[in-house]
């Protein structure tokens, strides 16, 4: 059967109220947006949607028909109106005129720039044609589960007929391009009263009069199939369980072991964020008879293995008797041997134009009895490659009907390194200074720990966010989840002084993103009082929090920065007045004078690992900083006998420079010590204090 989630029927979502009084493009948007709302009708990215519209000419104002269509690299499920392309219908035509076959085909796409109508300077993607050239007014391209599932199936044309008869067609695989879109016009003409067309290998085309019918006919086609797998697809799948599945705790124990390892395998050339996924439907093929050989067959459809790679790694591991260890010490073997498979695959098969080989690590890490594994530039990356291979084991589960079948080996070379696949990936925009660079930050719903975790996340940094404080934790990831995107930042209740809590909270960041690059350790608090007055407990909190707390983090980050063999980097927020003495403050001053002085053991050990170590000592950051709110702010008011709202103009005025100091100066120190830029720099200390005499360091 196909699990619970694949088998359920695609619901009818079309509103007609919502759509009363839109536009024809407004529709297609609206369609489009509802069809990419269910990973199983198409994936992220994949799949696209048209219309044929009636426009006015903005040079003639003669009335054109205007061809929109999903522009390159959009996602239906998220596109805006500014997302399709827009190409005159009647150039389009004109282009089959100086079509010189299929030999030449790629040199299609050069011309469609030459189609756009209104200056549109969204780029058309290599499926125009494929749109431009069914003579149906609202065209829908999907790559659902169910009818991949038919597609990659041995006998796929016989079962398209057996489930749809005359309404669906099917045709042969053919890379997408422009002789695929002659083709499928083809198709069209010869068999009008046809909906639709299953292409090998690959994907749905169903179409209609009105963008209600276009929606509703791919509903149906897609419930149809998966009606008629629930019915027929009744064997164990993927041949039976043979192997138990973990609990949830053992297996996330597992991954957050593995993770780390894994990523700093393959890290060299560029740095990788993982992700985990334990769903049912993959620990129903990672405990399966058939794991192995269906893993070597890769996947079919072309969306699924650009993202994926053209088959994953099986990691080896025996649930019923957990060797964690034996699996650890083989990782490295296994991915050399990897690589080097994936070496021989690009010879076997590359040509004399091809681009040079890519990175040749495996992106799928398959582990029995616990899940899966991807790695990928940054998170979304690896989260959405993850959902891609969900996609194909769906696909491999109901092909089972007939036997499944991947693309040949020549014909998924030549999608991987398609010069035009390669021209795109050339138009990416260059990585930011810290992508694929993981950090945590403790005391990061404060002041200067948000300031940092936003300066960190404007580079393209990874973040989690560790803190006591849960109503201004959710508040921070929140805020920056909604400026750089739900992907890149994460937040754990920690404790610093509490090993139990800082091991669960790191574990927690593991499991989340992978590994771990940079540690900022800015826990804090601030007390002020004569010694006579200050209580143990004062005293001892103050230690525990800004002494034994970044001692704990400190630990817990070297023994992962070991364990990836990457390096790593640790900057702590200190303070001046661990340089420098004030009176009515020994508590805080000398856990401060301590955390200063673990940082330079921590650079001595970890140098030789190429852990640097380094700390930012502000001075006076009144505004945004959680620890002068409250008693620390008046005590320090009434040492200098004065009102508490004249303190931040007499630290600006006592400073060097007369400038106040803010979170985001903070941030911007910690990361010049966190980048690239300080890459030769440990044991070091950078104030910013707009200037302060006594804290010079030398």
């Known amino acids: 059967m196909l699990?619970?989630?694949?088998?359920?029927?695609?619901?009818?979502?079309?509103?007609e109220a919502k759509v009363t009084g839109m536009s024809e493009p407004e529709k297609l948007l609206y369609r489009s947006n509802l069809l990419g709302s269910d990973k199983r009708i198409t994936n992220y990215g994949g799949g696209n949607t048209s219309a044929k519209v009636m426009e006015k000419d903005p040079l003639t104002g003669e009335m054109v028909e205007v061809l929109w269509v999903k522009g390159s690299g959009g996602d239906v499920g998220t596109i805006k109106l500014d997302g399709f392309a827009t190409l005159y219908m009647d150039k389009l035509r004109?282009?089959?005129?100086?079509?010189?076959?299929?030999?030449?085909?790629?040199?299609?796409?050069?011309?469609l720039p030459h189609c756009t109508f209104n200056l549109n300077p969204r780029a058309a993607s290599i499926d125009t044609p494929l749109h431009a050239y069914v003579p149906k007014t609202h065209v829908d391209h999907m790559h659902p589960d169910a009818i991949i599932a038919i597609a990659a199936s041995q006998n796929s044309k016989e079962l398209t007929q057996q489930i749809f008869g005359d309404e669906i067609g099917w045709l042969p695989w053919k890379r997408p391009g422009y002789e695929l879109g002659l083709w499928l016009e083809k198709f069209c003409l010869e068999n009008?009263?046809?909906?639709?067309?299953?292409?090998?290998?690959?994907?749905?085309?169903?179409?209609?009069?009105?963008?209600?019918?276009?929606?509703?006919?791919?509903?149906?086609?897609?419930?149809?199939?998966?009606?008629?797998?629930?019915?027929?697809?009744?064997?164990?799948?993927?041949?039976?369980?043979?192997k138990p599945a973990l609990d949830s705790a053992e297996r996330a124990a597992i991954a957050k072991r593995l993770m780390p390892i894994i990523r700093g395998l393959i890290s060299a050339a560029e740095k990788k964020v993982g992700h985990f996924d334990d769903s049912q439907a993959v620990l129903d093929f990672v405990t399966s008879k058939n794991l192995e050989p269906l893993a070597a067959l890769g996947t079919s459809c072309p969306d699924h293995f650009l993202r994926t790679k053209i088959r994953p790694l099986v990691v080896d591991f025996d649930p019923a008797n957990p060797d964690i260890e034996k699996t650890v010490a083989g990782l490295s073997e296994a991915i050399v041997a990897y690589r080097?498979?994936?070496?021989?695959?690009?010879?076997?098969?590359?040509?004399?134009?091809?681009?040079?080989?890519?990175?040749?690590?495996?992106?799928?890490?398959?582990?029995?009895?616990?899940?899966?594994?991807?790695?990928?530039?940054?998170?979304?990356?690896?989260?959405?490659?993850?959902?891609?291979?969900v996609n194909a084991i769906n696909v491999m589960r109901g092909a089972s009907v007939s036997t499944y079948v991947g693309l040949p080996e020549q014909e998924a070379?030549?999608?991987?390194?398609?010069?035009?696949?390669?021209?795109?990936?050339?138009?990416?925009?260059?990585?930011?200074?810290?992508?694929?660079?993981i950090a945590l930050v403790t005391g990061g719903?404060?002041?200067?720990?948000?300031?940092?975790?936003?300066?960190?996340?404007?580079?393209?940094?990874?973040?989690?966010?560790?803190?006591?404080?849960?109503?201004?934790l959710e508040a921070a990831q929140t805020e920056l989840a909604g400026r750089y995107g739900k992907d890149f930042v994460r937040s754990v209740n920690m404790n610093v002084t509490s090993e139990a809590a800082v091991e669960a909270g790191f574990g927690d960041a593991l499991l989340a993103f992978g590994g771990l690059d940079i540690l900022v350790s800015n826990a804090g608090l601030a007390s002020s009082a004569a010694i006579e007055d200050t209580t143990l407990a004062l005293w001892s909190k103050n230690i525990d929090i800004l002494t034994t707390g970044y001692f704990l983090v400190s630990r817990e980050a070297f023994r992962i920065f070991r364990n990836q063999?990457?390096?790593?980097?640790?900057?702590?927020?200190?303070?001046?007045?661990?340089?420098?003495?004030?009176?009515?403050?020994?508590?805080?001053?000398?856990?401060?004078?301590?955390?200063?002085?673990?940082a330079r053991c921590l650079a001595l050990e970890g140098a030789s690992a190429q852990i640097r170590v380094n700390v930012v000592n502000p001075d006076a950051v009144l505004r945004g900083s959680k620890i002068w709110t409250g008693e620390w702010k008046e005590q320090r008011a009434a040492a200098y006998k004065m009102d508490v709202d004249d303190l931040e103009a007499?630290?600006?005025?006592?400073?060097?420079?007369?400038?106040?100091?803010?979170?985001e100066d903070i941030a911007e120190a910690i990361y010049f010590l966190a980048s690239d830029m300080s890459a030769k720099s440990t044991g070091n200390i950078v104030n910013v204090d707009a200037g302060n005499a006594q804290s010079f360091t030398r």
């Open 445 to 472: 719903a404060g002041g200067i720990g948000k300031a940092t975790a936003n300066r960190l996340m404007q580079e393209g940094a990874c973040v989690v966010l560790a803190d006591i404080d849960e109503t201004a």
């Open 3 to 15: 699990d619970k989630q694949q088998g359920a029927r695609l619901a009818n979502l079309w509103d």
């Open 340 to 389: 080097a498979d994936y070496a021989a695959y690009y010879e076997r098969c590359k040509r004399a134009d091809s681009p040079a080989m890519r990175d040749p690590n495996a992106v799928v890490y398959l582990v029995p009895g616990v899940g899966m594994i991807t790695f990928a530039k940054d998170k979304a990356t690896a989260r959405i490659s993850g959902e891609f291979y």
């Open 413 to 437: 070379f030549d999608i991987e390194y398609w010069l035009l696949e390669e021209a795109k990936l050339q138009r990416m925009p260059k990585p930011k200074s810290l992508a694929g660079r």
């Open 94 to 111: 004109a282009l089959k005129g100086i079509y010189r076959g299929v030999e030449f085909e790629d040199e299609m796409v050069g011309y």
């Open 192 to 242: 009008p009263k046809a909906r639709g067309v299953v292409l090998e290998s690959h994907g749905l085309f169903t179409w209609g009069d009105t963008a209600k019918e276009a929606y509703e006919t791919t509903i149906e086609i897609i419930n149809r199939a998966i009606a008629w797998f629930e019915a027929e697809n009744t064997a164990p799948a993927f041949g039976g369980a043979v």
């Open 565 to 598: 063999k990457a390096g790593g980097n640790v900057v702590f927020v200190a303070s001046k007045n661990g340089l420098a003495a004030s009176p009515g403050a020994s508590a805080y001053c000398t856990a401060k004078a301590a955390e200063i002085h673990l």
């Open 650 to 663: 007499h630290y600006r005025e006592r400073s060097m420079l007369k400038l106040s100091v803010f979170p």
